[in-house]
């Protein structure tokens, strides 16, 4: 009796050890982070989430052995990552700013059309939310290989929608520096001095374009002539500013990681700003993940951005390591004193004789 009510005692202590990791990776980890989120209220203000290269994961590399763990896995993270930055941040649109798929550039007809379901249902919102769909690199091609025809168009044909968006008083310019291609400007739109525009001009493009310049960038800011510019690509967030006056980058500096406080930054002093928003995929090779939040008041003339930083997926799958390790250590612990016990006790019943 007394051996058995020791098993049932280390069974209930594996299994509570087993329930905590459980329960801090896969629900308190995600909460705890979003406590660090900045936030602020505005009722005249654009709220925008930005999403830059989730980048899901596809079969043709993920070919290894119990891929489709790893597939399950980052899929997870991203649709709890998500819907606690869409209620964090309550936006009026979401931006996803290119390489929504791994594979996209090299899926077949089927395989996109997988990956476009997988998509909907991580990144799921409600309908009043606008939502901007730009292609990167990985969906359709244009950094190792060429960019398709045809891999561009069902690209397009899967995410309709015009390349000039407005919600209230922003206007949104999707441009593609893959195909160098941009929407034409309405004329309407602009006024020659800055800080007497009623209308707040944001271009997305998924390529940086002030660290690149050339006659596509000089052509988007002369045509499009934005006060913002969101990009992505590069993994990492960073802000540079370019000063119209002199035609030449007057800030750059990365943002912190793992720091949230709300940047302003002024659109009435003639620089044009381009913010690079990070990767919100663990599996990028980036410890350093999260999402892009910008307040965009177009009467105070101001952007208000924050990181949403995320917590690291590959801590918590270490947690699961060690206690696997530390169950298997405990079990060989507990099987090798069993017999142990019952050797003396062999012993002591033949000693007795």
Known sequence: MLRRNRLKNRAIAIGFVVFVAVIYNEFLVYDVQKFKWSHRECSECVKVLLVADPQILGGKKENYFG????????????????????????????????????????????????????????????????????????????????????????????????????????????????????????????????????????VLSHMPLLFMPGTFVQNVLKELSPQIIFTAHEHKAMHISLDTATDQLSEIWILPPYETPLYQLRMDVGDIHEVEIPTCSYRMGTPHTGYGLAYIDTQEKTVELTMLWLSGRFPQLWIYVFVGVFILAFSIFVYISSCCVKSHSAYSRMSSI
């Open 67 to 202: 891929s489709w763990i790893a597939q399950w896995d980052s899929d997870r993270y991203l649709r709890k990552t998500f819907s606690r930055a869409l209620s964090h941040s309550q936006p009026h649109v979401v931006v996803f700013l290119g390489d929504l798929m791994d594979e996209g550039h090299i899926a077949t007809a089927e395989d996109f059309k997988s990956y476009k379901t997988r998509l909907d249902s991580i990144f799921e919102m409600p309908e009043n939310i606008m939502k901007i769909y730009l292609p990167g690199d990985n969906d359709i091609g244009g950094e190792e290989d060429s960019v398709s025809f045809n891999i561009h168009n069902r690209f397009n044909f899967a995410y309709t929608q015009p390349d000039t968006l407005v919600y209230k008083s922003v206007t949104f310019f999707k441009v593609n520096r893959l195909t160098h291609t941009m929407p034409e400007a309405p004329k309407d739109a602009f006024l020659n001095d800055y800080a007497e525009r009623n209308t707040t001009n944001v």
